[in-house]
C-alpha cells in the first residue's frame, strides 16, 4: 500500500503540479482577478474537500463491487478454478491505479512530454511490480507468488475487466466536472473561456460580465482572518465613538 503513494500513483500529481497551467500567463497578467480565488478561499473551502472525500469513497465503491461482480463464480484458470483472494485484489489494485492515472490524465489542461511520462509510467510500474514481486519465492510474496504472469496476464478477463470498470469508476467524476465548468465554474474555467473565445474575437465584453458576477461573491477566507476582521470593524467603531464624545464634550465646554 505504501508504494502506491510514492511509485504508482505520485508521479503525476507531482507532474500536475509543477507544469500544469490552467491558464496562460499572458492571460494571468490580463486578468488578475483570477487571484481572487485565493483570499475569496474558493478552492479549499469545506464544501470541496468533503466533495473530494465523498468522490474518493464513491470511486472505490465502484471498483471494488464491480470487479467482484465481474469476476466471481467465473472460470479463470484453463483448467476451470475460480479466482481466489490474490488475483481479485490484483485486478481491482490494478482498476484503482488505471482510474487514478486516468483522472490525472482528465484534470490535466496543458499536457507536456513529462507528464505523458509520468502517467504512464505510474502505471507501467504497477505491471512491474507485479512481475518482479511475483517472482520472489513464495515464502516472502505468498499467494501473489506468479500471480501475473500465470493467471493474470494471460486472462482476457483481466484486460477486459480493468478497462471497463476504470472506465466506470471516471464516469461520475467526468460527468459532475462538465457539469460545475458548464453551469457553476470556477473563475479560472471562465477565464479559460475566455482564453479560448480569444483565437476568435475580442472577449472583453463577456470578461465585464465575469467580473460583475463575481465581484458579488462574498469572500470566503479562514475562520481566524474573519474573526480578526470582525475586531478591527469593532475597535473602529470604538475609537470612533469615542473620538465623537470627546469632540461634543469639548463642544461643550467651549
Same mark, same amino acid.
Not at 490580463?30 to 465523498?54: A, D, I, T, V
Not at 482572518?225 to 475609537?239: C, E, F, G, H, Q
Given at each position: 500500500?505504501?508504494?502506491?503513494?510514492?511509485?504508482? $500513483?505520485?508521479?503525476? !500529481?507531482?507532474?500536475?503540479?509543477?507544469?500544469?497551467?490552467?491558464?496562460?500567463? #499572458?492571460?494571468?497578467?490580463? @486578468?488578475?482577478?483570477? @487571484?481572487?480565488?485565493?483570499?475569496? &478561499?474558493?478552492?479549499? #473551502?469545506?464544501? #470541496?474537500?468533503?466533495?473530494?472525500?465523498?468522490?474518493? !469513497?464513491?470511486?472505490?465503491?465502484?471498483?471494488? %463491487?464491480?470487479?467482484?461482480?465481474?469476476?466471481?463464480?467465473?472460470?479463470?484458470?484453463?483448467?476451470?478454478?475460480?479466482?481466489?483472494?490474490?488475483?481479485?485484489?490484483? $485486478?481491482?489494485?490494478?482498476?484503482?491505479?488505471?482510474?487514478?492515472?486516468?483522472?490525472?490524465?482528465?484534470?490535466? &489542461?496543458?499536457?507536456?512530454?513529462?507528464?505523458?511520462?509520468?502517467?504512464?509510467?505510474?502505471?507501467?510500474?504497477?505491471?512491474? %511490480?507485479?512481475?518482479?514481486?511475483?517472482?520472489? $519465492?513464495?515464502?516472502?510474496?505468498?499467494?501473489?507468488?506468479?500471480?501475473? +504472469?500465470?493467471?493474470?496476464?494471460?486472462?482476457?478477463? @483481466?484486460?477486459?475487466?480493468?478497462?471497463?470498470?476504470?472506465?466506470?469508476?471516471?464516469?461520475? @467524476?467526468?460527468?459532475?466536472?462538465?457539469?460545475?465548468?458548464?453551469?457553476?465554474?470556477?473563475?479560472? &474555467?471562465?477565464?479559460?473561456?475566455?482564453?479560448?473565445?480569444?483565437?476568435?474575437?475580442?472577449?472583453?465584453?463577456?470578461?465585464?460580465?465575469?467580473? #460583475?458576477?463575481?465581484?458579488?461573491?462574498?469572500?470566503?477566507?479562514?475562520?481566524?482572518?474573519?474573526?480578526?476582521?470582525?475586531?478591527?470593524?469593532? &475597535?473602529?467603531?470604538?475609537?470612533?465613538?469615542? +473620538?465623537? +464624545?470627546?469632540?461634543?464634550?469639548?463642544?461643550?465646554?467651549?
Amino acid at each position: 500500500m505504501s508504494l502506491y503513494n510514492v511509485l504508482f $500513483t505520485s508521479l503525476p !500529481v507531482i507532474a500536475m503540479g509543477v507544469f500544469d497551467q490552467d491558464v496562460s500567463a #499572458r492571460f494571468c497578467l490580463k @486578468y488578475p482577478m483570477l @487571484y481572487q480565488e485565493g483570499p475569496q &478561499n474558493l478552492l479549499f #473551502r469545506w464544501s #470541496r474537500l468533503l466533495g473530494w472525500m465523498l468522490h474518493g !469513497v464513491g470511486s472505490a465503491v465502484i471498483i471494488f %463491487f464491480l470487479t467482484i461482480a465481474s469476476l466471481k463464480h467465473q472460470a479463470f484458470r484453463k483448467d476451470g478454478e475460480v479466482i481466489d483472494l490474490s488475483i481479485l485484489g490484483a $485486478t481491482a489494485y490494478t482498476c484503482v491505479v488505471w482510474a487514478v492515472n486516468m483522472q490525472m490524465a482528465i484534470t490535466v &489542461n496543458y499536457f507536456t512530454l513529462i507528464q505523458h511520462i509520468c502517467i504512464w509510467s505510474g502505471i507501467f510500474l504497477w505491471y512491474l %511490480f507485479l512481475i518482479i514481486y511475483g517472482a520472489i $519465492t513464495p515464502s516472502f510474496s505468498t499467494t501473489f507468488f506468479m500471480v501475473f +504472469s500465470e493467471a493474470l496476464g494471460g486472462a482476457p478477463a @483481466y484486460w477486459v475487466v480493468t478497462l471497463l470498470v476504470a472506465v466506470a469508476a471516471l464516469i461520475p @467524476y467526468f460527468t459532475l466536472a462538465v457539469v460545475k465548468t458548464w453551469f457553476f465554474p470556477d473563475y479560472h &474555467n471562465k477565464i479559460q473561456w475566455l482564453q479560448h473565445a480569444a483565437k476568435h474575437a475580442d472577449p472583453e465584453e463577456e470578461l465585464g460580465v465575469v467580473l #460583475r458576477q463575481f465581484s458579488v461573491r462574498s469572500t470566503g477566507v479562514g475562520v481566524s482572518a474573519r474573526r480578526d476582521a470582525k475586531l478591527v470593524r469593532t &475597535n473602529s467603531k470604538v475609537i470612533h465613538a469615542d +473620538s465623537s +464624545s470627546q469632540s461634543q464634550a469639548t463642544v461643550e465646554l467651549t
